[in-house]
């Protein structure tokens, strides 16, 4: 899976990137691969609507999720 979207991809798809590969900003590109932008999660959220909140908060969760254990101090 890659880590760029296309200029034509639905925002979706740029969410389903970002809580992929854990990422907050996705390049967006031209279907020649040149850099059109940068899509960020702040983006989606400030831009009311974009996407639906649950979807919103899915990805933000995925991001922040721990890919391996956290030992805890103090904890049995």
Do not use: F, K, W
Not at 1 to 27: E, F, G, K, N, Y
Not at 39 to 47: A, K
């Amino acid at each position: 899976m890659a880590s760029t979207r296309q200029l034509d991809d639905d925002l979706q798809a740029a969410l389903d990137t970002m809580s992929a590969h854990q990422i907050r900003r996705v390049p967006i590109v031209y279907a020649d691969g040149h850099l059109n932008g940068i899509l960020s999660l702040n983006d989606v959220v400030t831009h009311a609507g974009a996407a639906p909140a649950s979807d919103v908060v899915r990805t933000l969760s995925h991001i922040c999720e721990h890919t391996h254990p956290v030992a805890i101090a103090g904890a049995a």
